[in-house]
C-alpha cells in the first residue's frame, strides 16, 4: 500500500468500517509513514472536535409565538414552500456564535464579482440576453430587499456603537474588517448592476450578501460581552 | 433539557390529541436540538430560524405519524434534516439561477479568519463546505449517522456519500490548519 492508496482508505480506517484485509494494510503503512500518520492523526482530531461541539443551539429568539400562528391558521402554511422567504431583518439576536461565520461567504462574493467582472468586459457575455420578465421580478424582489437592508444595517450598526467597549479588541477587529468586506462586495456589485442592469446573477447575488452582512450584525449584536 | 421518556410520552399522547400546551413543552425541550441541525446544515443563521418553524409546524402536522418506536427527539431529527433537505430542493428549482453557495466550491479554503476558540473555528468552517458536503459531514461527524442513513435521506448513494465526507475533512483540515 502506498501513501495514496492511504488516503483512499483513511476515512473508514477512521470509521471503523473498513474490511478486516484493508485495515491490516492500512496499519502497517503507518506504522512506517510519518505523514500519513499526522494525516490520520489529523482526520481523528476533527472527527473528535465534531463530536464534542454542542448538540443543542437555542435560537437567538422565541420561535413559538410564530409557530403557534401558523399552526392555528394552519391553512395559509400550505405550500409554504412555494412561497418567496422573507428573512427576518427586523430581528435583532442574541446568538452567541461565530461573528465571523458567514464573512467566507461575504469575501467569496467580492472574488466571484471581481471575476465575472473581469470576463464580462466584452459588449455581450454569455448568459446576458435573459428575459424581460426574469429580471423585472428579479429586480422587484431586489429593491425590496435593499430597503429593508439598509434599514436594518442602521439599526443594528447602532446597537453595535452603544456595545463597541464591552466587545474585546479582537472581535471588534473581526467585526470592522468584515463589515468592511461585505461594504465592499455590495458596492462592486451595485456598480456592476448599473453597469449591466439585465444581468441575471447579480440581484440574487446582492440579496444575498444583504442578508449575510445583517446576519453577521445580529449576530455580533447578541455576542456576549468578553470575559 | 430533555424529559423523560414517560412524561415524553403523556406529552406526545397529549398532543396528538391536540393539546398545544403539551406541545408546546415538547417544543421547549428539542428546540436546541432542531435549531442547531438547521443551523448547521444550512450555514445560514436567519434561515435556519426560518427552517427550526417549519419543522414544528410540519412536527404538529405529522404528528399521528409518530407511534413512539423511538424517542421524539430522534423522530423530529430525521423529520429536520428532511425538511432541511426538502427546502433546498425547492428553493434551488425556485431560484433557477446560480446560488451562491455553490459558487463557494472554489473558494472554500481562502478564507481569512480570526481564532476565538476551537470549536468556533470548526462551526464556520463547516458553513463555508459546499452544501452537500457539509451536509454529509454534520449528518456522519456531528450527529453521528451511519453512511447507509445519510443515503437513505438526502438520496445519493452511499458511496457518493463517502466522497462527500472525504471531501468534507479535506476542506476542513486546508481551512482550520491556514
Ligand atoms: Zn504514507
Known amino acids: 500500500m502506498n501513501c495514496r492508496d492511504l488516503v483512499a482508505r483513511l476515512d473508514d480506517f477512521v470509521d471503523g468500517t473498513l474490511s478486516a484485509a484493508d485495515r491490516g494494510a492500512v496499519a502497517l503503512h503507518l506504522e512506517i509513514c510519518p505523514s500519513c500518520r499526522e494525516a490520520e492523526a489529523r482526520v481523528r482530531a476533527l472527527a473528535a472536535g465534531a463530536a464534542m461541539l454542542p448538540r443543542a443551539i437555542e435560537p437567538a429568539h422565541d420561535l413559538w409565538p410564530d409557530i403557534v400562528a401558523r399552526i392555528q391558521g394552519d391553512t395559509v402554511t400550505q405550500g409554504r414552500f412555494g412561497a418567496v422567504r422573507h428573512p427576518r431583518w427586523h430581528r435583532r439576536g442574541a446568538l452567541a456564535a461565530a461573528a465571523a461565520a458567514l464573512v467566507v461567504v461575504s469575501s467569496v462574493v467580492t472574488t466571484l464579482m471581481v471575476a465575472r467582472r473581469d470576463a464580462a468586459t466584452g459588449p455581450s457575455g454569455p448568459g446576458r440576453a435573459g428575459t424581460a420578465a426574469g429580471v423585472t421580478a428579479a429586480t422587484l424582489e431586489l429593491s425590496q430587499a435593499r430597503g429593508s437592508y439598509e434599514a436594518a444595517r442602521r439599526q443594528l450598526l447602532a446597537v453595535l456603537e452603544t456595545r463597541r467597549s464591552s466587545l474585546s479588541p479582537a472581535t471588534l477587529k473581526v467585526l470592522d474588517e468584515n463589515v468592511r468586506i461585505i461594504d465592499d462586495a455590495v458596492r462592486q456589485m451595485e456598480d456592476a448592476l448599473a453597469r449591466d442592469p439585465g444581468n441575471q446573477e447579480l440581484p440574487s447575488l446582492l440579496v444575498t450578501a444583504y442578508r449575510q452582512e445583517i446576519d453577521m450584525l445580529q449576530r455580533a449584536a447578541g455576542l456576549p460581552a468578553r470575559g | ?178
Not at chain 2, 404528528?63 to 423530529?76: K, P
Not at chain 2, 473558494?107 to 473555528?121: I, K, Q, Y
Open chain 2, 1 to 178: 433539557m430533555s424529559t423523560n421518556r414517560d412524561d415524553e410520552r403523556v406529552l406526545v399522547g397529549a398532543a396528538q390529541a391536540g393539546d398545544l400546551g403539551s406541545f408546546e413543552r415538547l417544543y421547549r425541550s428539542t428546540v436546541g436540538l432542531v435549531h442547531a441541525l438547521c443551523l448547521r446544515m444550512s450555514g445560514n443563521a436567519a434561515l435556519a430560524e426560518e427552517l427550526t418553524q417549519d419543522v414544528f409546524v410540519r412536527a404538529w402536522q405529522k404528528l399521528a405519524t409518530f407511534r413512539g418506536e423511538s424517542a421524539f427527539a430522534t423522530w423530529l431529527t430525521r423529520l429536520t434534516v428532511n425538511v432541511v433537505l426538502s427546502e433546498r430542493r425547492e428553493r434551488r428549482r425556485r431560484e433557477a439561477r446560480i446560488t451562491l453557495a455553490d459558487d463557494l466550491e472554489p473558494f472554500a479554503g481562502s478564507v481569512p479568519a480570526a481564532r476565538p476558540g476551537e470549536a468556533l473555528d470548526l462551526e464556520r468552517a463547516i458553513a463555508s463546505l459546499p452544501p452537500q458536503a457539509r451536509h454529509v459531514f454534520v449528518l456522519h461527524d456531528v450527529q453521528g449517522w451511519e453512511h447507509a442513513e445519510i443515503a437513505h435521506h438526502t438520496g445519493l448513494a452511499v458511496g457518493t456519500c463517502k466522497a462527500h465526507l472525504h471531501r468534507a475533512r479535506r476542506l476542513l483540515r486546508e481551512v482550520l490548519s491556514s
